[in-house]
């Protein structure tokens, strides 16, 4: 937290970059909304998706949003695939499908914007976990306000 990574794109987080080149990683209605959101105050967004486009995973309403946005730029068939700094996020790298080596880019801002579905199946028999795949953190009053933690996939 506090470092240049983000899991939301709200006044605060807009407000911290304003001006400043950042990156949405995602493909679906939330990283869409995100972009056009963030558009409205930071230089140039990059939307970095995976697959060729946003047509199966967002509505045709943001769709054309996004591309009637000249700041914002959509970057297909392309992974984050390095980020750098020291105390904070300094730099980061992207490749697009097929090519060999990564673009390097001093970006110091990158939302993760790619769904609330938890990838744990490895955590199975680790640790706890509700119906839903969530870690489990707590039980009635304990739990936080969404009751539910993410944890990163395995490496």
Request: charged share 15%; aromatic share 6%.
């Amino acid at each position: 937290m506090g470092t240049g990574i983000y899991y939301a794109a709200t006044h605060l987080e807009a407000t911290l970059c304003q001006g400043e080149e950042v990156i949405v990683v995602g493909g679906g209605q939330l990283c869409g909304q995100a972009a056009v959101f963030l558009a409205s105050s930071c230089r140039r967004v990059h939307i970095l998706v995976r697959s060729s486009g946003l047509a199966d995973s967002m509505s045709s309403y943001l769709i054309r949003r996004i591309e009637e946005s000249p700041n914002i730029e959509l970057h297909s068939h392309t992974q984050l695939t390095a980020l750098h700094g020291t105390d904070r996020l300094e730099r980061v790298a992207w490749q697009p499908v097929g090519e060999t080596q990564p673009e390097w880019h001093d970006i110091s801002h990158v939302f993760l914007m790619t769904g609330a579905s938890p990838n744990t199946q490895w955590l199975q028999g680790c640790v706890a976990l509700d119906n839903s795949g969530f870690r489990e953190n707590g039980s009635g009053s304990e739990r936080g306000r969404s009751g539910r933690d993410t944890v990163a996939p395995a490496a």
